[in-house]
């Protein structure tokens, strides 16, 4: 069932009132017009443009490659398709960090030309300048905690963050502070699932995890991972609804297939 062309659109406050009623938050990535268009008509309340741009759409190994043009077409892209979710997104690597004007011109360049709602920053304590300067013009921030890919070269691996006291006790600060400042929204990724209970219920606002357990007020997947799009990709915290590389790779075949046999096109799809 497609969700209503009219339906009413998801804002920050919306997503406050639906961690109050103990409603579940539904994010996905997006980067592109086709798919933001059916994520939109599935019903899902936010389309985050994920800096995940990098690898997934551009084969990086990493997200720090991409840029802030490049993740301004992406979201004016996704913009252009939607009619209902809140479109949260990322800033990217080298964007905000250490420098507030940086930041502030970085946002405003991706709300006044892409069109989204609101945008995404990782890191705790330490950017939280940059952080204050961006919402001080009006510009709704979402916070990211825990495995920071951005910070990739720093962590060394992606393996599950904050295991240990002093790590989890940095991220519960980081959590209160980024609460205190204003930020509508934080993601939770790849951290015990009892620290992601904790912090969830500690917070008034709504926390979004992506490998942060059950008990986040929302969960957030990258679409292509959940098609089974990606294929060599398993982390634990990945469930597959699909296994679109192999419905592709098959249509695609087909296609091939009827080409060279002279097959397509039939005598009703030529003019
Ligand atoms: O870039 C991204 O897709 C993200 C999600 C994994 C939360 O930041």
């Known amino acids: 069932m497609s969700v209503h062309k ?12 639906m961690k109050e009623q103990g409603e579940k938050i539904t994010m996905l990535t997006g980067y592109d017009f086709s798919m933001a268009t059916i994520l ?28 802030l043009d490049q993740m301004i077409y992406h979201a004016s892209s996704v913009i252009r398709a939607v009619k209902r979710a809140l479109v949260v997104v990322d800033l990217p690597f080298g964007s905000y960090q250490g420098n507030s004007r940086l930041a502030l011109d970085s946002a405003v360049r991706i709300m006044k030309e892409s069109g989204a709602h609101a ?28 495995l920071t890919p951005q910070s990739i070269y720093k962590f060394g691996t992606y393996v599950v963050r904050a295991k240990h006291e002093e790590e ?38 709504p926390t979004i995890g992506i490998g942060g357990g059950k008990d986040t007020d929302g969960q957030v997947l990258v679409t292509h991972d959940l098609l089974g799009i990606t294929k060599d ?20 075949q087909a296609y091939i297939r009827d080409v060279r046999s002279g097959d397509f096109p039939g005598p009703d799809e030529q003019y």
């Open 119 to 146: 945008v995404k920053m990782e890191g705790g304590a330490e950017i939280s300048d940059s952080i204050i300067r961006v919402l001080s013009a009006g510009i709704p921030v979402m916070g990211h905690l825990g």
């Open 168 to 205: 989890a006790n940095k991220l519960i600060s980081d959590a209160k502070l980024l609460e205190e400042i204003g930020c509508f929204s934080i993601v939770l990724e790849k951290i015990p699932a009892t620290l992601g209970k904790t912090v969830s219920e500690m917070l008034t606002i």
């Open 233 to 252: 990709f398993h982390p634990r915290f990945l469930r597959r609804y699909a296994d679109l590389f192999t419905a592709m790779t098959e249509a695609m």
């Open 40 to 67: 939109d008509q599935s019903g899902v309340d936010v389309i985050l443009v994920g800096d995940s741009a990098s690898n997934v759409m551009a084969g990086h190994e990493t997200t720090l490659p991409i840029t």
């Open 6 to 17: 009219e339906a009413k659109r998801i804002t920050t406050h919306t997503l406050q009132s």
